[in-house]
């Protein structure tokens, strides 16, 4: 802690400052995820580590899962599996692709607008010493 | 501890947590939860040990449900009571619940104000309404004992609709302010 105090810029805000953008972002994610096909929950996790390097705390999807379909916009149908149990399979409903083009559309302007903002920071960063 | 024995003790303590949830929302919380586990665990290296390891402890996880749910429906209400218990839940989990929280309660306590002091003027007009002495605001709002006895009313029986009108102005406003924080917050609650 005494490190952190007398250098300020060596603390973990730019740790957390991440973290709050990829809550941010975890919403869409987990309606981007269920695009092209229906999943379960432990596919999901599996999909969004694998595709978007999004790694969530075991049972952290579950919750979330369960509001959006509160919010129509994620249905979900029990499904009986080879495993031997039923999984719980989650779909995109027409509101929730109808949200997820929303969502996409803004992303990719503020993140083109961002990128546009830090083009210089980049540049600065490619400059030989 | 067997394996069934390890899943049995991590949902029974869900389900227990879970309790203010209806019985069949708790239901299918727990047989999907209970299917994430038994499916974890037959992946490469993994165990039911080491997969309820992974999971947040029951009550964590039960109150991340709670108040996903909780949230997700008061962002969807008009009703006073169930959003500010919602905005009061926000506020243990830091500053923006907290403010959110101190917004609503003077939100809502200005509205009301508002449309009582319109009410007052209604049933006791004396008591009610709007007064300047010496140039100056000196009382507005109603009141039981009476106002400075040489101040004069301004306004008159014009505090009525005004009263109403901002009243249901700032309870609208509030209103529409609290459920759209609520809804912005529940970006922010996952756990990374």
């Not at chain 1, 603390?11 to 695009?35: F, I, N, V």
């Not at chain 1, 379909?69 to 779909?91: D, Q």
């Not at chain 2, 037959?42 to 964590?60: D, N, T, Y």
């Not at chain 2, 996880?61 to 709670?66: D, K, M, N, P």
């Amino acid at each position: 802690m005494a490190k952190l105090r007398a250098n300020p810029a060596e603390s973990d805000a730019p740790d957390r400052w991440e973290a709050q953008m990829r809550k941010g972002a975890l919403e869409m994610a987990a309606l981007a995820s269920l695009w092209k096909k229906s999943l379960y929950g432990l596919e999901i996790i599996r999909f969004l580590e694998s595709h978007s390097g999004l790694a969530l705390a075991e049972g952290t999807i579950y919750p979330i899962l369960n509001r959006l379909k509160a919010e129509n916009l994620l249905t979900s149908e029990w499904v009986e599996a080879e495993a031997g149990h039923p999984r719980k399979y989650y779909a995109l409903t027409d509101a929730g692709r109808q949200r997820l083009r929303q969502m996409a559309g803004a992303w990719l302007s503020f993140s083109d607008g961002l990128g546009r903002l830090l083009q210089p920071v980049f540049e600065q960063q490619e400059e030989p010493k | 501890m067997t394996a069934e024995l390890e899943i049995d003790n991590y949902l029974t303590a869900l389900r227990l947590h879970l309790g203010p949830l209806t019985i069949a929302e708790r239901e299918e919380i727990v047989r999907e939860i209970g299917a994430h586990i038994r499916d974890s665990a037959e992946e490469p290296g993994a165990s039911i040990a080491s997969v309820i390891a992974l999971l947040s402890p029951p009550q964590v996880l039960a109150a991340q449900y709670r108040d996903g749910l909780l949230i997700t429906r008061a962002s969807r209400s008009f009703s006073p009571f169930v959003l500010l218990r919602a905005t009061l839940r926000l506020a243990t989990k830091g500053l923006f619940g907290i403010f959110v929280s101190v917004c609503a309660i003077f939100g809502y306590s200005f509205g009301a104000g508002f449309v009582v002091v319109a009410l007052a003027k209604t049933i006791v007009p004396s008591h009610a309404g709007a007064w300047v002495q010496d140039g100056q605001l000196v009382a507005a709002g109603a009141f039981v004992y009476g106002v400075p006895p040489k101040a004069h009313e301004v306004l008159g029986m014009g505090i009525i609709p005004l009263g109403l009108v901002l009243g249901s102005l700032t309870l609208l406003l509030t209103t529409w302010a609290i459920r759209t924080s609520l809804r912005v917050s529940q970006r922010w609650q996952a756990k990374l």
